[in-house]
């Protein structure tokens, strides 16, 4: 049975960076897709960025495209989000997330169907 759990954030000033870490237990051998979402206040959860476990093949939205870097070290089974030059607007709740029925991350940014980590706060302070 796949559980992910979140490590990282806290509070970072703006033009800052962090590292955000989700462990992966109960993998298939075919892989995962390993998505990053992150939820504002008052905001609907919008999904950032996505890895492929097998090929290591990335994914991001545009907002963080050039800031964030999802990266995976499979001796430690972990999914890394590294966020730099941190805006205020990405002060959220940030999950990392799965579809164990998929090997694939077509579809990544829905937010229906997922298996959820618990989440780890991220706040930019200017």
């Known amino acids: 049975q796949v559980q992910l759990v979140e490590s990282g954030g806290g509070s970072v000033q703006a033009g800052g960076s962090t590292r955000l870490a989700c462990v992966v237990s109960g993998s298939p051998s075919s892989g995962l897709c390993i998505a990053w979402f992150r939820q504002a206040p008052g905001k609907e959860r919008e999904g950032v960025a996505a890895?492929?476990?097998?090929?290591?093949?990335?994914l991001y939205v545009d907002s963080v495209k050039g800031r964030f870097t999802v990266s995976q070290d499979n001796t430690k089974n972990t999914v890394y989000l590294h966020l730099n030059n941190l805006k205020s607007d990405d002060t959220a709740m940030y999950y990392c997330?799965?579809?164990?029925?998929?090997?694939?991350?077509?579809?990544?940014?829905?937010?229906?169907?997922?298996?959820w980590g618990q989440g780890t706060q991220v706040t930019v302070s200017s």
């Open positions: 890895i492929l476990t097998r090929n290591n093949g990335t």
């Open positions: 997330a799965t579809d164990p029925r998929r090997a694939w991350c077509a579809g990544w940014l829905r937010t229906t169907g997922y298996l």
